[in-house]
């Protein structure tokens, strides 16, 4: 498979999926999103029990791609829907994957890094990690993450981490109960791997029946609440608000809100 933005490797029954564009700081591109598509599907296929998302470089992913993010002022209602929807079919591909799935994250988790950060099954982090839902600081929406994060560290959490936007550290995120284990950065993948050969001792028949026992739990509630955070992720791209945060972003200067 000829993947551009990312690395695919397996060892040992464990699939490693690296985001590979360190000098973007493993930004979230369009192309990316396409290739996260097909290895996953290739990890399924696979004879790997196990997979490993992480990043290279100093970032695990620091959310949406610069170029990506001007493009977005410009696309219609429609290409804004069919994006949201992308998006959240993306982050419930990982959500409900049938192989257990562990995220180390090694650096930075930002935005819709974060998001994904989110999705696995286990999330273990460096002591140098940080965390944040960001998107309300540049006039977005963190709609899709929301439909999940409020299962997994209840309402009035998911509403500071949501709204204010702030950035948090590993042992806060641990604390929350969004992390699992906080690992020095050098052992991190060592510590990955390790979590991945306990889950490879279980019947991986019995981790599937698991998993998705554990997803139809949430379906119905996820269905209706992913229809409305795909409705408002795609109107909030509308606004000048978002216009004026995404302009202010790129421009590195303090957006100016109108409300509008």
Not at 6 to 22: G, K, M, V, Y
Not at 107 to 132: H, L, N, P, Q, R
Request: charge should be negative; glycine fraction near 6%; charged fraction near 25%.
């Amino acid at each position: 498979m000829d993947l551009h933005t990312l690395l695919l490797t397996e060892s040992e029954r464990i699939a490693t999926l690296t985001f590979n564009r360190p000098e973007k700081r493993n930004a979230i591109s369009y192309e990316l999103i396409d290739e996260m598509f097909l290895a996953l599907a290739a990890v399924e296929r696979s004879d790997a029990q196990v997979l490993i998302i992480t990043g290279a470089g100093m970032a695990f992913c620091s959310g949406m791609d610069l170029d990506n993010l001007r493009a977005i002022t410009t696309r219609s209602h429609s290409q804004n829907l069919g994006d949201s929807q992308t998006m959240a079919r993306l982050f419930r591909t990982i959500y409900e994957f049938p192989k257990p799935t562990i995220a180390a994250v090694n650096g930075a988790a930002m935005g819709g890094g974060c998001g994904i950060a989110t999705m696995c099954d286990f999330t273990v982090a460096s002591d140098e990690a940080k965390f944040g839902y960001t998107e309300v600081k540049i006039g977005f929406l963190p709609a899709i993450v929301s439909t999940f994060l409020i299962q997994q560290v209840g309402e009035k959490r998911a509403r500071d981490l949501l709204m204010t936007g702030r950035i948090f550290s590993a042992e806060e995120a641990k604390q929350l109960g969004i992390v699992t284990d906080v690992i020095s950065g050098e052992q991190l993948m060592e510590w990955a791997r390790e979590l991945a050969g306990t889950l490879m001792q279980a019947s991986p028949a019995s981790l599937r029946a698991t998993k998705r026992l554990l997803s139809a739990f949430a379906k119905d509630l996820l269905n209706h609440r992913l229809e409305l955070a795909v409705e408002e992720n795609a109107r909030i791209r509308t606004t000048d608000d978002f216009r004026e945060g995404i302009t202010a972003f790129l421009e590195k200067r303090k957006p100016h809100w109108s409300g509008k």
